[in-house]
């Protein structure tokens, strides 16, 4: 049986658990909300989708005690509403974020919880470095999103600029997800060739297409007011990889036993989660751009750590 939980059921937790239910990927689903009522709803569609399917999902909902069992538990709670609220964005992420980690990671742990968890909740890097602080499950167990979906942001503006398929870009952005991320532009090849001579031939600014990758995402949230897709194809990606034991390397958000740190990073991943970084010989200035990441993650878990309400 492969049982996963998601705790947090808004745009991001509901567009993952529809994936995972319309695809067949979960034989038990697990969901907790703060708000029950959002939860019960959730039940609700989702067995309606069922009944036209040929697979079969069982859906709990506001029990962390059938955590104690589930392969994968998936953290996706926040609260959308604070990119409205005229406030400071930063501060109020890490507040909620720290909020929601202090009060899940008890009951997961309680629960008898041992498999893996991964965190999507924002900012991302920040907030799995504490969900792994507060669990103490070991690093491997533990994972973020981190730069899956910017790399597969990055690998669709690629192949657009270039008339391919986003399937024939290889190669990462890495760092810390959204503010001091960066697109690894040594390690991006198109078939065998290097990305900066297949770019050069479409007399591409470079400058300017990190720039339109980099403002995507909030392209997305100026016109919809969130994003959900993306991140859920991102996650269910991961959740395949683990459930497969693919072996493949993803960019997500992993351990990083030089910056002592979760950070968006080459990682092997397989059925018992972060497998191993996988090491990249980055040139200077790529570096210098993942070490500020590391520096800018630092910055905020400590004043996540400062902030919590424990
Ligand atoms: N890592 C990424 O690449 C990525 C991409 C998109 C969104 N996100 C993040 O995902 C998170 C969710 O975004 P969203 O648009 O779904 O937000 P949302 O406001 O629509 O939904 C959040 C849900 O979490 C629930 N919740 C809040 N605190 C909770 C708690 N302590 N326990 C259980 N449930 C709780 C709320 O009731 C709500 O239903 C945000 O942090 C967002 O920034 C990350």
Redesign the pocket.
Known sequence: MRKIGI?????????LAYTLVTKGIADELVL????DQ?AHGEKLDLEDTQAGLTTHTQIIIQDYWQLRDADIVVI??????IFDSGVNIQQA?LR??S???A??APQIMLSGFNGILL??????DV?TTYLQRLTNLPHQQVL???T???TMRMRRAIAEELSISPKDVSGYTLGA??KAQFTAWSTITVGTQPIKHALAQHCTDLVALEKAIHDR?WQIIDGKG???Y??AG?TITLIQAIYSDAHVTLPVSSWNTDHQLYIGQPTMIGRTGALRVVDIDLPQEEQAAFNHSASYIQQNLDLMVASSPQ
């Open positions: 705790i947090g059921l808004g745009h991001v937790g509901a567009a907790i909300d703060r708000n959002v996706a709670a926040g609260n959308i509403s992420e909620v974020a909020q929601i980690i009060e899940a965190n999507i909740t924002n900012p991302c907030s973020g999103t981190g899956l979906l910017d997800h959204r995402a969130f994003s959900s993306g991140i991102a």
